[in-house]
């Protein structure tokens, strides 16, 4: 049963005894209750809200035992955060009012870097942008994977959230290897090693036993410290790929020809296929365009807007790394595979600084604009995108691609400093995982097109190639936060795109806070087995009680209370 909307959540206080022991251990100026940074932290994208009580940032493991046995004297639920940067899935908020926020952002230390055996050893707070500075700076001929959300998003939490990046190494949590988590009574545990001196800790992902790093992903077992994670090395040569799709009667063809160079090994990136409106989000704002203020666009704006920006229906991307030769072997099999049904083109490392001098100059004069469009058979700002995509595929993160939030905003986006929480932007992600198949794909997608448009809001889809087999569909619903009617109609949207999920028997691959007390509504024996585990982890239910839908009883409290309509 849905708890009752709230036009604004309760505010709950910390007993000053426990507020003064939390003091002690990590610092008055690193433990924010006033009312100011409680709402600060209580922000996200979503049109659900909760307000914590207090918000305290540990340095070290240490402090974390020591700040979970605090909370355990006192009852306080703890709700763990890497950096807090979780747009559109819930960032720091806990499901109820009162929580004690855990932000481990001061916890960014690159412990370890192994280049003969390509990993390395971090802390939850170390973002992308750090990592990759670290290696680069240092000369490492190491790359990070990352995504093309925020680049001060954390390693470790995406990963532990079993998010997807680009590369080979895309699949995050399946290149972690060998944790230190800290459990609900205080005691910290390597899983998968020993405490010290155990030489293959952050290179055999399994241990030995039962393996147990899966429990701690999507969960609230534990607050994950520290993490070996496996790095690509620096191919000796690297290529990115754009192939433009204009005519999307060729869909199916192309679906299946992914498959066929995935099962084969020629693709073994996380190849992305956007649709023409994930590409406008990024370029422009509704606000910039003659196009409605309320409703989705017509297939008629749509036309006009790929017209004037050059975008194809549907675009994909990649990268194709290794030696010279195995990098043009793929070319050529790539051409051969998708060359009838699209247009395919490569950029180099070699042509990169060609091309973004081209496009430098090309915005200080009209003429070579024109010239440059005409011979790209793209519009400049599309072209623009280019070289983002090119370093994102080899673990240099940006910013570029969070602008999608923005969208319906109506305020001009910031050129720098992204940050779509504080910014009032309205975003959710739904991320259902479907077989790679024609018959799974298509029509599920054409039903949730139908459900955006009922609602009023544009369609955005975004396929990632989770594996060979698998393929992640994820949509933004983009609304305006500050237009009830599109806040409610975000929610009803949610909930429809949920149910028709769950009536074709798919789930998502990974879950925002506002559908976590449902999740396991369909495997009543999962969520006991989960209950049970939690019960014997974290009998007291202190570590983020009802995340992912577990908790030590199964009486579980409900989602964040829906928020008021005012952008906070």
């Known amino acids: 049963m849905q708890t009752q909307a709230k036009t604004h959540p309760t505010r709950q206080a910390i007993n000053n005894a426990a507020i003064r022991e939390l003091r002690s251990v990590v610092g008055a100026e690193h433990l924010c209750t006033t009312a100011e940074d409680l709402d600060r932290y209580s922000r996200c994208t979503i049109p659900w809200q909760s307000v914590c009580a207090a918000v305290v940032f540990p340095a070290s493991a240490e402090d974390v035992a020591e700040v979970v046995k605090i909370a355990a004297r006192y009852q306080i639920p703890v709700w763990p955060s890497s950096t807090g940067r979780n747009w559109g899935y819930g960032t720091t908020l806990a499901i109820t009012d009162g929580a004690l926020v855990m932000i481990l952002e001061r916890m960014n230390r690159v412990i370890e870097v192994n280049e003969e055996l390509a990993y390395a050893v971090i802390e939850p707070g170390v973002t992308y942008e750090q990592f990759n500075r670290h290696l680069r700076s240092n000369g490492y001929k190491l790359w990070i994977d990352c995504t093309d959300g925020s680049g001060l998003g954390s390693v470790i939490g995406n990963a532990l959230e079993r998010g997807v990046g680009e590369t080979p190494y895309g699949d995050h949590f399946g290149n972690l290897c060998g944790l230190e988590v800290v459990l609900a009574d205080g005691e910290r545990v390597h899983i998968g090693g020993e405490l010290r001196g155990l030489h293959t800790w952050h290179t055999h992902k399994t241990g030995v036993g039962p393996y147990l790093e899966g429990l701690f992903t999507q969960s609230n077992f534990g607050i994950v410290t520290r993490a070996g994670i496996w790095l ?193 932007c309205g975003l959710i992600w739904f991320a259902p995982i479907l077989p790679l198949s024609n018959a799974h794909v298509w029509p599920f997608l054409e039903a949730c097109k139908e459900r955006f448009a009922a609602h009023g809001f544009d369609f955005y889809v975004a396929m990632l190639l989770m594996n060979p087999r698998s393929v992640i569909c994820l949509m933004a619903i983009i609304y305006d936060r500050e237009d009830p009617g599109e806040t409610t109609h975000s929610r009803e949207l949610y909930s429809e795109l949920l149910a028709l999920m769950r009536a074709r028997k798919l789930q998502q691959y990974r879950a925002g806070l506002q559908s976590w007390g449902e999740l396991f509504s369909d495997a009543p024996e999962i969520l006991r087995l989960n209950a049970r585990l939690k019960a014997a982890l974290d009998p007291a239910n202190i570590l983020a009680p009802g995340r992912y839908g577990v908790a030590a009883a199964l009486e579980l409290a409900q989602p964040a209370t829906p928020a008021d309509n005012t952008t906070p």
């Open 232 to 424: 690509m090395p620096q191919p000796e040569s690297y290529n990115s790929f754009v192939y433009q799709i204009n005519d999307e009667r060729h869909l199916p063809q192309v679906l299946d020809a992914f498959r066929r160079l995935a099962l084969t090994g020629i693709v073994n990136t996380k190849l992305h296929m956007i649709n023409d409106f994930v590409s406008m989000s990024i370029l422009t704002q509704r606000i910039a365009e003659q196009v409605p203020r309320n409703g989705p666009l017509s297939d008629s704006n749509l036309a006009a807007l790929r017209h004037k920006y050059g975008i194809a229906p549907w675009n994909c991307a990649g990268g194709i790394y290794g030696t010279r030769r195995q990098v043009s072997l793929q070319r050529s099999l790539l051409r051969q595979a998708l060359g009838a049904y699209g247009r395919l083109i490569f950029l180099s490392d070699r042509l990169l600084p060609y091309l973004e001098r081209i496009i430098d100059w090309s915005w200080k004069s009209p003429v070579m604009r024109r010239i440059t469009e005409l011979g790209a058979r793209t519009s400049l700002p599309v072209l623009e995108s280019a070289p983002y995509v090119h370093k994102i595929l080899q673990g240099i993160p940006t910013e570029y691609f969070v602008k999608h939030a923005y969208y319906r905003n109506r305020h001009p986006r910031p050129l720098d400093a992204v940050h779509p929480a504080r910014d009032g």
